[in-house]
């Protein structure tokens, strides 16, 4: 896994220079000089931190693959899953964890305590979990009003109760001004990994039907809208949502589900190409068959952004066997927050660790992985 | 516990004023006006967060009894130990997570990142369950050098491996210069409770021993050193430690060890009282007992702190059945990071919810709960 996310990366449009139609990343680096290269750092030629390194993309895996991962050591690390599964006492659990810096804390359909609670609950549910216990980290701002903590607070609380978890443990630390950005919040989840389920990356194969639950990108443009002041026509909201609901209904069908993602920084892009990378396969998307919302597209439109790599926060994308398919799609399209589901391609024994689309035209792309993403601090 | 805190908090010398010889808490806020009070918001008489409410004080119990709990709802939370306990899977857990903003990154005896992994090791471990999992996320300051984030990444690495507990899940977020400070680390970590293992404040029963595992105040003076460019005499190294081999060999002798605390934030002074406040129970200190080292004793008589509330990171209390505090002293001054272990006190059928210390001349005098943290990001 390692060597495959080295290898996407270290070329300057993802390895993929050669391949006609593929989409240059602007403001890519040049080719980096491997003479100094070690590792775990320096990392190419950043010798500082940069936004990208928090985008989700390739700088993000760069960062885990050559970094994190060698420091830590262990292999559950580097399979690089929204969550790790684990084994404990004779329990299977899920644990993940992720910190929110999502600016401004609120925008429509959400804030960054709803975020905060969903977000985590729904990278335990890529493996199949129910989450069933949250801790929660808080890093204030001095200064910061202590309303705005309360009603982040309550919206956690009230985001938990949803979804049938539990914040059990906390911690509270406090920067001077100007050290931080009102509030950062992180949360970390446990949950049970049930019988017979063993969901991860690696596990797509040729012949997988790839499945999305929902319209995409609507996170991103929310606060996008927010952020710069814009408006695209009707109000866009936040999908921010907890998906083991919907997961549940999926297992209830089959509990053979190969691969599930929740396509947040870097958007659905990134997600199937990290899925791609992970299990060495390759996947053809139909463009068309991707649900994306009016309000998305005009503002990606006027914005020069790629719906395709926009962040999304209620939504997932799944690979299910194709004798499965029918029946898990029936089963999403029942569930609320799975009502517009839809097949958009397939995983196929063909360029492998690449994604590719088939455009509305009739041509094909490569889809990259993006190498920073588009819209910093989007969660 | 929610009413002993608020109780215990908002006099203005932490509802101890009338008794001779309470120290008074250096600019402490007028007293409180209780018309405007509603739950929970806004806290007392700040309606911003203030560097206290992250100092592990009178204040920050506080926002965690009128803010967080009543948001967060649930008993486990309420119960306000340094980790949880939670039943999932048959298996009964512990699990905790601290953020971790100390300043500078790198001190004597250690630095951000091995801090980050011993701290949540050390939280569980008061719970009595040894650390098997840890998550970790990181919130790096755009500039932050890679050589930096690897220096920390490798320490968090070794201190897993020392610590016998693997990270296996993590996340990277970047924030915009001037919103962060270098890096910021959250673990949260998970670990089994050994069966018959039942510790938590609520337990501390009159009769019980108090123990101290070795020698106080030397993370918050080897922090102070560096911070101030301050010397004193020989450098004072952080006793930064992981404390779940300890607590293995203190349970072999019982399992029935009643309270474990690790006196971090508010050091020894905010531990016991947390004690004293969540059972109801008196506690009595011989202060000649407490060791302290000339060099920090030194250290504080220079700036005017009080030994008693100096952050540790790699010391415990102990509250112990008097009839099995010979044999449990015992085997902790057999453990290298227990060999300065001392009997410092003993829980009491009196003045419940306050702790008193005989002092080195023959009196007593109070040992108030603080209501920030003498060094602002300790940890």
Redesign the interface.
């Known amino acids: 896994m390692a060597d495959t996310t080295t290898g996407t990366a270290t070329g300057t449009t993802t390895g993929t220079a050669s391949v006609p139609g593929t989409a240059t990343v602007p403001g890519a680096a040049p080719a980096p000089d491997f003479s100094g290269w070690s590792c775990?750092?320096?990392?190419r030629d950043?010798?500082?931190?940069?936004?990208?390194?928090?985008?989700g993309g390739a700088m993000?895996a760069e960062?885990?693959a050559n970094?994190?991962a060698p420091?830590?050591?262990?292999a559950?690390?580097a399979a690089l899953a929204d969550?790790?599964t684990?084994d404990?006492?004779?329990?299977?659990?899920a644990?993940?964890?992720?910190?929110?810096?999502v600016r401004p804390l609120f925008f429509p359909g959400g804030c960054i305590g709803d975020l905060a609670v969903n977000g985590t609950v729904n990278d335990l549910a890529m493996s199949g979990a129910r989450a069933?216990?949250l801790?929660?980290?808080?890093?204030?701002?001095?200064?910061?009003?202590?309303?705005v903590?309360?009603r982040i607070?309550?919206t956690?609380?009230a985001a938990?109760?949803a979804a049938g978890v539990?914040?059990?443990?906390?911690?509270?630390?406090?920067?001077?001004s100007?050290?931080?950005?009102g509030v950062?919040v992180?949360t970390?989840g446990?949950?049970?990994v049930p019988a017979g389920v063993d969901i991860r990356p690696q596990r797509a194969v040729p012949g997988d039907v790839v499945i999305v639950s929902g319209e995409i990108g609507l996170h991103g443009v929310a606060i996008m809208s927010v952020r710069e002041g814009l408006e695209f026509g009707a109000r866009v909201e936040s999908d921010c949502a907890a998906l083991g609901g919907l997961v549940g209904a999926m297992l209830a069908v089959t509990p053979d589900i190969h691969v599930l993602r929740d396509p947040t920084r870097g958007g659905l892009g990134a997600a199937v190409n990290e899925i791609a990378a992970a299990a060495g396969v390759g996947v053809a998307l139909r463009e068309r068959a991707i649900p994306v919302p009016d309000q998305v597209a005009s503002a990606c439109a006027i914005l020069g952004l790629d719906p395709m790599y926009v962040a999304n926060e209620g939504k997932l994308v799944a690979f299910v066997p194709r004798d499965q398919a029918d029946a898990v799609l029936a089963a999403m399209r029942a569930h609320p927050l799975g009502a517009r589901a839809a097949v958009v391609g397939e995983c196929v024994d063909d360029h492998h660790g690449m994604v590719v689309t088939r455009t509305a035209f009739g041509g094909t792309r490569v889809v990259d992985l993006p190498l920073g993403e588009q819209l910093?601090?989007i969660c």
């Open positions: 775990p750092v320096p990392l950043h010798p500082r931190v940069v936004m990208g390194h928090g985008g993000s960062l885990v970094l994190f420091a830590f050591g262990g559950t690390l969550s790790a684990v404990l006492g004779g329990a299977r659990l644990f993940s964890t992720d910190s929110y810096v069933a216990y801790s929660c980290g808080f890093i204030l701002e001095e200064g910061v009003e202590t309303a903590v309360g607070a309550e956690m609380g938990a109760r539990e914040i059990v443990t906390g911690d509270t630390k406090v920067v001077e100007g050290r931080g950005d950062y992180n970390a446990i949950g049970l910093p601090r």
